[in-house]
């Protein structure tokens, strides 16, 4: 006997992944900072729907991490040293490999474009000060090299760790200072992409990754405020120097 087909469900998963995206988009736009608390019946009722797809919506994003769980309650979670550590840890190891993946394909101007378009973008946000614009663009940036990565759960894994720091983003790259930093890893990164060199690209991306750490941690108030430069230098012997109150992560240097 064939077993029984199951009843379509679409529509409400079709539904609830719709929230879910609303709502991730609002994290990643800085609207819900840290503390924010998310209501299922309040989201309910501004986004006109039941409060079960609110309440899957936020389910999937706490077990992603982006949301903390307090009994029944949702809240966009306030970020620790030992959080920022562990989320970089995880992007030092992934995203240069994943950058230099895609260096041999960018020598082609016609692969690159929207990585040239989104560049071009953020380079005009900066010059007129348009904070939105930038922080747009630097999404629009991210987007177009992780399309070009066949991988795509390695792309999905990207963009989750990315989106951990985005409501941090907006205590950053409101400075002036950040964006002209932030404007020269994208354009370093773009030119390494342009010639097709994978190592240099890996290489700046991580000098990029280690610059917008620091930031962050100068932002969250845990450690005494510096400009964003390069990773502490290997010391000639070869050992990595470790810091005593953090996890251990990896070291970078300049190219």
């Known amino acids: 006997m064939s077993p029984r087909p199951l009843t379509p469900v679409q ?16 994290l990643r736009a800085g609207a819900l ?5 998310l209501q299922e019946v ?3 009722t501004r986004l006109g729907v039941s409060r079960t797809p609110v309440r899957e919506a936020l389910a999937r994003l706490a077990s992603e991490g982006l949301l903390a769980t307090h ?23 992934i995203e240069p490999e994943a950058i230099r993946r895609i260096a041999p394909r960018t020598v082609d101007a016609r692969v690159r474009a929207p990585i040239d378009a989104a560049l071009a973008a953020a380079t005009t946000a900066h010059a007129q000060g348009d904070v939105e614009a930038f922080r747009s663009a630097n999404i629009d940036y991210r987007s177009a090299w992780l399309g070009l990565v066949t991988n795509k759960r390695l792309v999905r894994i990207i963009e989750l760790y990315a989106d951990h ?38 290489a700046v991306v991580r000098e990029h990754l280690q610059n ?33 109150h953090t996890t251990a992560r990896p070291q970078e240097q300049r190219p």
């Open 11 to 26: 529509r409400p998963r079709a539904l609830a992944d719709q929230v879910y995206q609303a709502l991730r988009d609002q």
């Open 33 to 37: 900072g840290a503390g924010s608390a």
């Open 42 to 44: 309040q989201l309910a």
């Open 71 to 93: 009994g029944r309650s949702f809240t966009v979670p306030s970020l620790t040293l030992a959080d920022v550590e562990d989320i970089y840890e995880l992007r030092f190891l």
């Open 165 to 202: 720091m985005q409501h941090i983003r907006t205590l950053t790259l409101g400075e002036p200072r950040v964006r002209t930093i932030v404007l020269n890893g994208l354009q370093r990164i773009t030119a390494a992409l342009a010639a097709g060199d994978a190592e240099a690209a890996a």
């Open 212 to 244: 917008a750490r620091q930031a962050f941690v100068t932002a969250l108030g845990l450690a005494p405020a510096e400009a964003p430069a390069t990773a502490p230098p290997t010391p000639r012997n070869g050992s990595t120097p470790h810091d005593s």
